[in-house]
């Protein structure tokens, strides 16, 4: 556990926040401390949102005069959950698809790996606006969970490639190696290579393809925000002083990306109701990177080496002393 301190650190880190965003029901206002007016003692309108940061208003708020400090800590479970359950579904998924691509049929690798190969020439952002179209718009004859079941198809499906094919090129080398070599010589079964060998490093690789592939559902989500396609679907009541039909859309589920895109015409007038979900996302993947490299470092080895090598020059290096010397008279 001494070489994943970082991971644990972090790990904890993001537990908290989700810990703090799934029972901010209990210690949290409901209309997010909502104000869109301020009056003076007689009556007059001095003020109307979206205020600047404040004593009463920490991060300031939006149009609809909501406190984003709380609709940041409101929607970071829909952002954490989704980002984490999106990218376990893909490793899963993909892995074993892999697995069975380098195991049972290798002879449908290379056809496999050239019709993959085009995802990599179209921009994911555009997949993923192309195949979300028809889940914009109006959504009053269309339940939320069937809007998120489809939105979380379409993200995995993104990244579903990619894994698989990383997977199995992963196996293919390790197919290679001599111990799974020797098992299959001894009579051993594809079933037994993979519980026996070849899971250890399947975990291993595993555990931080699912880190990269968290921090890959934040990117893609935070774009397809900006493009106005919520994650959760829009709110119907829209945001305030937007007269033109149809109303400007909003985030029903309040996560991060939703909060850029919905208030990204405000940037000039409002920077703050972006900068702070922007913020949100810069603390989040900071410390994913972090574990991120860490367990880059534990699993290919480079820090066992950098510490084994450290501590042999300290062992290899003698210290001297003027004690230690005599001066011989010739």
């Given at each position: 556990?001494?070489?994943?301190?970082?991971?644990?650190?972090?790990?904890?880190?993001?537990?908290?926040?989700?810990?703090?965003?799934?029972?901010?029901?209990?210690?949290?206002?409901?209309?997010?401390?909502?104000?869109?007016?301020?009056?003076?003692?007689?009556?007059?309108?001095?003020?109307?949102?979206?205020?600047?940061?404040?004593?009463?208003?920490?991060?300031?708020?939006?149009?609809?005069?909501?406190?984003?400090?709380?609709?940041?800590?409101?929607?970071?479970?829909?952002?954490?959950?989704?980002?984490?359950?999106?990218?376990?579904?893909?490793?899963?998924?993909?892995?074993?698809?892999?697995?069975?691509?380098?195991?049972?049929?290798?002879?449908?690798?290379?056809?496999?790996?050239?019709?993959?190969?085009?995802?990599?020439?179209?921009?994911?952002?555009?997949?993923?606006?192309?195949?979300m179209i028809p889940i914009v718009g109006?959504?009053?004859?269309?339940?939320?969970?069937?809007?998120?079941?489809?939105?979380?198809?379409?993200?995995?499906?993104?990244?579903?490639?990619?894994?698989?094919?990383?997977?199995?090129?992963?196996?293919?080398?390790?197919?290679?190696?001599?111990?799974?070599?020797?098992?299959?010589?001894?009579?051993?079964?594809?079933?037994?290579?993979?519980?026996?060998?070849?899971?250890?490093?399947?975990?291993?690789?595993?555990?931080?393809?699912?880190?990269?592939?968290?921090?890959?559902?934040?990117?893609?989500?935070?774009?397809?925000?900006?493009?106005?396609?919520?994650?959760?679907?829009?709110?119907?009541?829209?945001?305030?002083?937007?007269?033109?039909?149809?109303?400007?859309?909003?985030?029903?589920?309040?996560?991060?990306?939703?909060?850029?895109?919905?208030?990204?015409?405000?940037?000039?007038?409002?920077?703050?109701?972006?900068?702070?979900?922007?913020?949100?996302?810069?603390?989040?993947?900071?410390?994913?990177?972090?574990?991120?490299?860490?367990?880059?470092e534990n699993l290919y080895g480079m820090?066992?080496?950098?510490?084994?090598?450290?501590?042999?020059?300290?062992?290899?290096?003698?210290?001297?002393?003027?004690?230690?010397?005599?001066?011989i008279q010739k």
């Open positions: 556990m001494r070489n994943y301190k970082k991971t644990i650190v972090g790990s904890s880190l993001l537990l908290i926040l989700l810990i703090i965003s799934i029972l901010y029901p209990y210690y949290g206002p409901s209309d997010f401390n909502h104000q869109v007016l301020i009056k003076n003692d007689q009556g007059d309108i001095i003020g109307r949102a979206p205020f600047p940061p404040s004593e009463k208003h920490l991060l300031g708020t939006n149009r609809n005069g909501e406190d984003m400090h709380w609709l940041l800590l409101y929607g970071a479970k829909f952002t954490l959950i989704s980002a984490f359950g999106v990218a376990l579904l893909r490793v899963v998924l993909g892995g074993i698809f892999g697995i069975v691509l380098s195991l049972w049929a290798p002879f449908l690798k290379s056809y496999v790996k050239d019709f993959f190969l085009t995802f990599r020439y179209i921009p994911s952002i555009l997949i993923a606006i192309i195949l109006d959504f009053n004859d269309v339940a939320i969970s069937s809007i998120v079941t489809y939105q979380i198809f379409i993200l995995i499906f993104i990244g579903f490639p990619s894994v698989t094919i990383f997977t199995s090129d992963v196996i293919d080398e390790l197919l290679k190696t001599s111990f799974v070599q020797s098992s299959r010589l001894m009579g051993a079964g594809k079933l037994h290579i993979v519980r026996k060998q070849l899971m250890p490093y399947i975990r291993s690789y595993g555990i931080l393809f699912t880190v990269q592939q968290f921090i890959s559902t934040l990117h893609i989500t935070m774009q397809l925000g900006l493009f106005g396609m919520f994650l959760g679907g829009r709110n119907r009541a829209g945001i305030m002083g937007y007269d033109d039909p149809p109303p400007k859309p909003a985030s029903l589920s309040n996560e991060w990306a939703g909060l850029i895109g919905q208030n990204f015409s405000e940037f000039l007038r409002a920077p703050w109701s972006i900068l702070t979900p922007v913020f949100g996302f810069f603390v989040v993947i900071v410390i994913v990177n972090v574990i991120k490299k860490e367990l880059e820090q066992p080496i950098k510490k084994k090598m450290k501590k042999e020059i300290d062992s290899n290096s003698v210290p001297y002393s003027s004690d230690q010397f005599k001066l």
